[in-house]
């Protein structure tokens, strides 16, 4: 199985701040990544899928980029409700999910 | 509009089996694999397996082959998830996902909770 190693497990930034999380696979997945946004109490919500393509509806300030191992969100400028906690999804094989990045506000 | 509507909150004894469903409304529920993804408290998302409603053919993750059972009926577009022998360990949030790319659309999620 593929492994997904998401960094930094925890992340506190300010509104307006620029804030990026990571994703490594353990090894090459062709851009077959997705994002996912979770807020407390919810279910899973898709942001972006095969690394930079936008889900229907997901604001503009969330952007995603990287190819082989290394995959990177980015939210511009953080707004309040972007505190959520934030899981990678490799599926160029059998589908695994990263440990989740948890955004908090500073 | 696409739906994933799953069943009610369970409560059951150690060893009990339960059956969870996930109805689909708003597309062609033969069109796309449905998989169940299991979230333990404060834990991160773990696949269990998928079917494909269209013949009813399932893939597990090996820790879950003797653990969960996936059907489908195609005339309710509902899927189904059996857990059997539950212990503490199973105690978690159960979701429903499908979609083209990536997971587009998921249910809202069930808590199991096992408790003697």
């Known amino acids: 199985d593929i492994q997904m190693t998401q960094s930094p497990s925890f992340l506190s930034a300010s509104v307006g701040e620029r804030v990026t999380l990571s994703c490594k696979a353990s090894?090459?997945?062709?851009?077959?990544l997705d994002w996912y946004q979770q807020k407390l109490g919810e279910a899973p919500k898709l942001l972006i899928y095969?690394?930079?393509n936008l889900h229907t509806g997901i604001p503009s300030r969330f952007s995603g980029s990287g190819s082989g191992t290394d995959y990177t969100l980015t939210i511009s400028s953080l707004q309040p409700e972007d505190v959520a906690t934030y899981f990678c999804l490799q599926r160029n094989s059998w589908p695994t999910f990263g440990a989740g990045t948890k955004l908090e506000l500073k | 509009e696409v739906q994933l509507q799953q069943s009610g909150p369970e409560l059951q004894r150690p060893g009990a089996s339960v059956k969870l469903s996930c109805k689909a409304s708003?597309?062609?529920?033969?069109?796309?694999?449905m998989y169940w993804v299991k979230q333990r408290p404060k834990q991160s998302l773990e696949l269990i397996g998928r079917?494909?409603?269209?013949?009813?053919?399932?893939d597990y993750v090996e820790k879950f082959k003797n653990k969960a059972t996936l059907t489908a009926d195609t005339s309710s577009n509902t899927a189904y998830m059996q857990l059997s022998s539950l212990t503490s360990e199973d105690t978690a949030t159960y979701f429903c996902?499908?979609?083209?790319?990536?997971?587009?659309?998921w249910g809202q999620g069930v808590m199991v909770t096992v408790s003697s």
């Open positions: 079917i494909d409603p269209e013949d009813g053919s399932t």
């Open positions: 095969n690394t930079n």
């Open positions: 996902a499908s979609g083209t790319e990536g997971f587009d659309y």
């Open positions: 090894q090459n997945i062709n851009k077959y």
């Open positions: 708003g597309y062609t529920f033969t069109e796309y694999y």
